[in-house]
C-alpha cells in the first residue's frame, strides 16, 4: 500500500472545495460568525461519511464519528491500516502497517477550531466571502501560534442543522503548507455515541495499549 503522510492528523483532509480568499463585510462577518459558534455550541454528537484528498491526490474514504467536546474518530475504509482518534485531549494517529504511534494536542491541530466549544471564533477566525448566500465559509488561525496551522470550515445553511447550519467539509493548512480537504455527507446529530468509539489498541511492542 502506498504510505500515507505523516502530517495527515495535524493537516487533516476530500474532493476540492472552492475556497474564496476576501474578507467579508464586518456586520455580515459578525453574524456568520455567531451563527457557527452557536453551531459548535449546539453539536452533541456527529456522524458522518467523509472523502478525503491529500495534496498528492490520494484519496481515501471512511466515517467521522464526533462527540464534544474535542473527541472525534476517523475510522478509514477497509485495507487502509491507519486510525485517526481524538479524546478530548490530544489527537492520535495510529499506523497499524508500520506500528506507530503519534500524538499532538488537539489545540495544535487545525481541528482544535471544531472541536471546542469553548472557543470564539470571533477571536481567532475570519468570515469568507463564498458569492452564496447558503454557503457560509469561517477560516480559523491563532496569530501568536501560526505553526498550529489554518483551517477554514465550509457551511451550508440547513433548517434541520444546529443553529441552521450543515457542516460541509473542511480544507486544513499546516505550517508547512500541506493542504488537506475533507468533504462529508450522511450527517446525523445527536445520536449515541459510546465511549468505545474513542478507543484504540496500541500496536506498539510490549503491550503499551494507552488508547485501549
Known amino acids: 500500500m502506498k504510505r500515507l503522510v505523516a502530517p495527515l ?23 456568520g460568525l455567531a451563527q ?17 484528498t491529500d495534496r498528492a491526490g490520494q484519496t481515501l474514504s471512511g466515517k467521522l464519528t464526533i462527540r464534544q467536546p474535542g473527541k472525534v474518530r476517523f475510522q478509514y475504509q477497509k485495507g487502509v491500516p491507519l486510525l485517526i482518534v481524538g479524546d478530548g485531549k490530544a489527537l492520535t494517529m495510529i499506523d497499524y ?17 471544531l472541536l471546542d466549544p469553548k472557543k470564539d471564533l470571533s477571536r481567532f477566525g475570519k468570515l469568507i466571502q463564498t458569492g452564496d448566500p447558503k454557503v457560509i465559509s469561517v477560516q480559523a488561525r ?23 447550519l450543515q457542516l460541509y467539509g473542511w480544507v486544513a493548512l499546516d505550517s ?26 496500541d500496536p506498539r511492542p510490549k503491550g503499551r495499549a494507552a488508547g485501549g
Open 9 to 31: 492528523a495535524l493537516a487533516l483532509a476530500a474532493a476540492p472545495l472552492i475556497i474564496p480568499a476576501s474578507p467579508a463585510p464586518a456586520q455580515q462577518a459578525q453574524g
Open 36 to 52: 457557527v459558534n452557536a453551531y459548535i455550541r449546539g453539536v452533541t454528537t456527529m456522524t458522518a461519511d467523509f472523502v478525503q
Open 97 to 113: 502497517e508500520v506500528r506507530q504511534v503519534q500524538r499532538w494536542p488537539i489545540g495544535s491541530s487545525p481541528l482544535g477550531a
Open 142 to 164: 491563532d496569530p501568536k501560534r501560526p505553526e498550529f496551522g489554518t483551517i477554514t470550515m465550509i457551511f451550508q445553511k440547513d433548517p434541520a442543522g444546529p443553529a441552521g
Open 176 to 201: 508547512q503548507n500541506n493542504r488537506t480537504t475533507v468533504r462529508l455527507s450522511n450527517q446525523r446529530y445527536g445520536v449515541p455515541v459510546a465511549d468505545s468509539a474513542f478507543r484504540w489498541t
